[in-house]
């Protein structure tokens, strides 16, 4: 049996300030999407390969290593 209806309708007692904020907000992240346009052809995710902006953020995180796996994945993809 349920005691509350939907999260939003949580009595102030139960659900207030910013834990209530952040319930709605895991709400949202939560809640799929019907309605956002996603690509217009599926060749369009389609993964290319790491670019230069790719190599810069790996140099950034730190980890040197993401490059050449990444080069490693496409040319493994390549041969079958």
Do not use: C
Not at 22 to 45: G, I, N, Y
Not at 49 to 66: H, M, N, Q, V
């Amino acid at each position: 049996m349920r005691q509350y209806d939907a999260i939003d309708d949580f009595p102030p007692e139960i659900l207030d300030g910013e834990r209530r904020r952040l319930a709605l907000l895991f709400k949202q992240l939560a809640t799929l999407r019907t309605d956002a346009a996603l690509f217009s052809d599926v060749a369009a995710l389609r993964w290319l390969g790491a670019t230069e902006e790719f190599d810069a953020w790996a140099t950034k995180i730190g980890d040197a290593r993401l490059l050449p796996r990444a080069q490693k994945l496409i040319t493994d993809v390549v041969r079958n």
